[in-house]
T-cell receptor, first 116, second 111 residues
Framework: EAQVTQNPRYLITVTGKKLTVTCSQN?????MSWYRQDPGLGLRQIYY???????DKGDVPEGYKVSRKEKRNFPLILESPSPNQTSLYFC???????????????FGPGTRLTVL | AQSVSQHNHHVILSEAASLELGCNYS??????LFWYVQYPGQHLQLLLK??????LVKGIKGFEAEFIKSKFSFNLRKPSVQWSDTAEYFC?????????FGSGTKLNVKP
């Protein structure tokens, strides 16, 4: 089954304790992306990756890191989480956006993060 | 910078009523536009997309959207909503490798 998986689905942590949220897709998609969803703000793109070893900042990259060592995986790293990073996080993947009129993003189930 | 605005934050309709959700974007060049839906407890799914050609785009579940370049708008419509359309709807724009989402519109359909 084609899907995007994220782990963990729920996480409660404390300020400053490094954490990683994993994202994996099995559709051989080049483009992957991380978003945070906050009430009244919709989804905001944190980082995206056009392909392996190619990553770039989205609209709200501060406090986050990513890596893309393999095509299927795109982990999100919070080196020193703070309470303002409490949010619902989504990973998504797609074929290269803008090419062949595609770019339908497939979203993972979300990770609800609480930073105390 | 590009942005997407959805002015209707919360819409309540009765079943069989017609729906129109507004979406405006700020970029003046070529744009790729999307509507996504998030049903309660589920992740986002694509409803429809516009890249070029016919400005009236048809999507799944009877939804359609019209791209009006002169108004920078991409409004979502459905002639007759059902209770199962209760969800949050997001308009999105893709440009220069990035996606920009609106703040979302929560639709409640009363049976």
């Amino acid at each position: 089954e084609a899907q995007v998986t994220q782990n963990p689905r729920y996480l409660i942590t404390v300020t400053g304790k490094k954490l990683t949220v994993t994202c994996s897709q099995n559709m051989n998609h080049e483009y992957m992306s991380w978003y945070r969803q906050d009430p009244g703000l919709g989804l905001r793109q944190i980082y995206y990756s056009m392909n392996v070893e190619v990553t770039d900042k989205g609209d709200v990259p501060e406090g986050y890191k990513v890596s893309r060592k393999e095509k299927r995986n795109f982990p999100l790293i919070l080196e020193s989480p703070s309470p303002n990073q409490t949010s619902l996080y989504f990973c998504a993947s797609s074929l290269p956006p803008g090419l062949a009129g595609s770019a339908e993003q497939f979203f993972g189930p979300g990770t609800r993060l609480t930073v105390l | 910078a590009q942005s997407v605005s959805q002015h209707n934050h919360h819409v309540i309709l009765s079943e069989a009523a017609s729906l129109e959700l507004g979406c405006n974007y700020s970029y003046g060049g070529t744009v790729n536009l999307f509507w996504y839906v998030q049903y309660p407890g589920q992740h986002l799914q694509l409803l429809l997309k516009y890249f070029s050609g016919d400005p009236l785009v048809k999507g799944i579940k009877g939804f359609e959207a019209e791209f009006i370049k002169s108004k920078f708008s991409f409004n979502l419509r459905k002639p007759s909503v059902q209770w199962s359309d209760t969800a949050e709807y997001f308009c999105a724009l893709y440009n220069f490798n990035k996606f920009y989402f609106g703040s979302g519109t929560k639709l409640n359909v009363k049976p």
